[in-house]
């Protein structure tokens, strides 16, 4: 059995590392990511320039493949160019930082990862761990955050995903992890509105032209058995089933065309 393991942190990421760790004694493992930091770059596909695949070794010894583009990118090329066949499982994570609601769910990298894959079948789990620590979520490399307890998620996790693959009607699963779990067990949810609220910070440069961040604070308004809840407030490990058809109800469209 193989796994494809990509993330958004980059390949060096210390996530990225503990999932190859978490899965490793279940199959074979081949780690393709981007070089460097691409979160928030969601499911973009690199058109306009041109991709090269570099080698590296990580901390573990073992061989990863760096892409010089975006998650989508390094799963595409681990798919049709490194692997000689499409893997059993995919993962896309550890990722620094959760991803949960509606409105952020296609903005992340970790999902654009899992998403890509989940297209072709692959049956695909994007992990993240939820953390407090801002100045860490974006930092590309090592840093030091436990993973252990994620880890030992995504490995039972991924064991019943090698032996049963997906049920019926789902594409891929999204996975969080909480910073102090209170049990080891799965927490089924569904996706909550919103990850954050977005805040606009607007500054003057040298010359007087503005220009601007986008930043954000967290969304409070989450409804128990949502993932932001469940996450956040009862520090339960959520999981979602979600599929790749947004195909909404076309008899109310055939219906509102009238």
Not at 216 to 245: N, V
Request: glycine fraction near 10%; charged fraction near 25%.
């Amino acid at each position: 059995m193989k796994a494809l393991i990509s993330n958004d942190d980059g390949i060096t990421a210390s996530g990225i590392l503990a999932a190859k760790k978490a899965v490793d004694n279940l199959c074979d493992t081949y780690v393709v990511a981007p070089e460097r930091q691409q979160s928030g770059i969601g499911h973009a596909l690199t058109l306009y320039e041109p991709l090269r695949i570099d080698t590296f070794t990580l901390k573990d010894g073992s061989l990863g493949y760096g892409v010089n583009g975006t998650p989508t990118d390094a799963v595409t090329l681990g798919l049709f160019e490194i692997l000689d066949e499409n893997p059993d499982i995919m993962i896309s994570g550890i990722n620094t930082g959760f991803n949960i609601g509606q409105a952020e769910l296609t903005t992340s990298g970790t999902l654009g990862a899992a998403i890509e894959a989940a297209s072709f079948g692959i049956p695909s789990i994007a992990i993240s761990l939820e953390v407090t620590r801002d100045e860490v979520k974006f930092d590309n490399g090592e840093i030091e955050i436990d993973f252990s307890f994620a880890g030992k998620m995504l490995h039972k996790l991924a064991k019943i995903v090698l032996k049963k693959g997906l049920p019926e009607g789902v594409d891929l699963l999204n996975v969080n992890i909480p910073e102090n779990p209170i049990n080891e067990e799965f927490e089924v949810v569904k996706l909550g509105k919103r990850m954050y609220v977005p805040v606009i910070d607007k500054r003057l440069d040298p010359r007087g032209k503005p220009y601007y961040w986008i930043g954000g604070e967290l969304y409070e308004s989450d409804k128990p058995g949502t993932d932001g809840y469940e996450l956040r407030r009862a520090q339960k490990t959520t999981i979602t089933p979600l599929t790749i058809d947004l195909t909404s109800d076309m008899s109310s469209l055939k219906e509102w065309l009238k």
